[in-house]
């Protein structure tokens, strides 16, 4: 286990569709971040998981997101009815709780474009 | 107001001249500031975390934190092309959480 995967890698879909994204931690890592980042922008932190516990949610996910972590190992993220304003790199990260000052390590992220 | 904001840029520097990125923030309870590369369609890479006041230096990067200025930069010295990128500020909240900048992009002119 070398780090952060995250999969698919890069997803077009259709307005309207679902779509479900998956991330693997590093496996001793206890938190899970998801973030979006746009064109231009830094990552915009979305939601994040303490073991399989979801501890915040910002504003930014909307009712149509839902992400899950089941036995605190993997999580998904799913977007129901895309909209084009989803078209982002979605962005998973994690790290050990009370590392505090080691920061984050990234995943590849997933592309996703919404046509 | 962001809680941490970046100049955006975009920045030129000569290769070979020091490359200066700055930071500023909002939220006094912050404790530890982080700068991640990022290269255009990758992902943020950590190159650099400071927690106490003043300088921390790490081969080419030196990383600055002025608490009461509510300050942080990144110096590059010796910039070469490889470090054209975008460079994300980000400031650690009190949940382990992350805040990002919208990221200053830099370019190393040979």
């Known amino acids: 286990d070398t780090g952060v995967s995250q999969n698919p890698r890069h997803k077009i879909t259709k307005r309207g569709q679902n779509v479900t994204f998956r991330c693997d931690p590093i496996?001793?890592?206890?938190?899970l971040y998801w973030y979006r980042q746009t064109l231009g922008q830094g990552p915009e932190f979305l939601t994040y998981?303490?073991?399989?516990?979801?501890?915040?949610k910002s504003r930014l996910l909307s009712d149509r997101f839902s992400a899950e972590r089941p036995k605190g190992s993997f999580s998904t993220l799913e977007i129901q009815r895309t909209e084009q304003g989803d078209s982002a790199m979605y962005l998973c990260?994690?790290?050990?709780?009370?590392?505090?000052?080691?920061?984050?390590?990234f995943g590849s992220g997933t592309r996703l474009t919404v046509v | 107001q962001k809680e941490v904001e970046q100049n955006s840029g975009p920045l030129s520097v000569p290769e070979g001249a020091i490359a200066s990125l700055n930071c500023t923030y909002s939220?006094?309870?912050?404790?530890?500031f982080f700068w991640y590369r990022q290269y255009s369609g990758k992902s943020p890479e950590l190159i650099m975390s400071?927690?106490?006041?003043g300088d921390k230096e790490d081969g080419r990067f030196t990383a600055q934190l002025n608490k009461a200025s509510q300050y942080v930069s990144l110096l590059i010295r010796d910039s070469q092309p490889s470090d054209s990128a975008t460079y994300l500020c980000?400031?650690?909240?009190?949940?382990?959480?992350?805040?990002f900048g919208t990221g200053t992009r830099l370019t190393i002119i040979p």
């Open positions: 990260a994690s790290s050990v709780i009370g590392t505090r000052g080691f920061g984050y390590t």
């Open positions: 496996s001793e890592h206890n938190r």
């Open positions: 998981f303490q073991n399989e516990a979801q501890l915040e």
């Open positions: 939220d006094r309870g912050s404790q530890s």
């Open positions: 400071i927690y106490s006041n």
């Open positions: 980000a400031g650690e909240g009190g949940n382990e959480k992350l805040t």
